[in-house]
């Protein structure tokens, strides 16, 4: 009857842990996001043919990758990239620009905190005239 008991106990146990250690974890992640984007800057886009450059910005420990997202009002989509300056005055992922919308999207992952950069944005159309976006680092 003992062994059972202590089994029954150490089974309990465990089940806590886990369930202890999953919730926290997640609730850790949705909390860094929102402070990583509640620290967002807010800027808007006007149309050029040419690439047009925001910065220069400095990442810090709020958030580990450089995130942007349009305005939900915004038309049309940007195209955009990170330049790290202290380092190239090329664009990354081998100088390529992505197409971003209105859901927080990440343009650089695994930013080292303290690196300088600028996001270097272009219109994807002639629909994204005068558009307002957020960019969190």
């Known amino acids: ?18 369930a202890g ?3 926290p974890a997640a609730a850790q992640a949705e909390g860094a996001a929102a402070s990583c984007y509640s620290g967002a800057v807010s800027l808007t ?9 925001y910065g220069t910005y400095t990442t810090t420990s709020r958030c580990s990758d450089i995130n942007i997202k349009l305005s939900s009002s915004a038309t049309g989509f ?8 202290d380092h190239t005055s090329l664009c990354n992922h081998d ?25 270097r944005v272009h219109a994807y159309d002639t629909d994204a005239q005068n558009v307002p976006f957020q960019l969190a680092f």
């Open 1 to 18: 009857m003992t062994r059972t008991r202590r089994t029954a106990a150490v089974l309990a146990t465990t089940a806590l842990l886990a």
């Open 95 to 119: 100088n390529t620009y992505s197409t971003f919308g209105p859901q927080w999207a990440t343009v650089a992952t695994d930013v080292k905190d303290g690196t300088r950069f600028k996001l």
């Open 45 to 53: 886009y006007h149309y050029s043919t040419a690439a047009v450059e």
């Open 21 to 23: 250690a999953t919730a």
């Open 78 to 85: 940007l195209d955009a990239c990170v330049v790290f300056v």
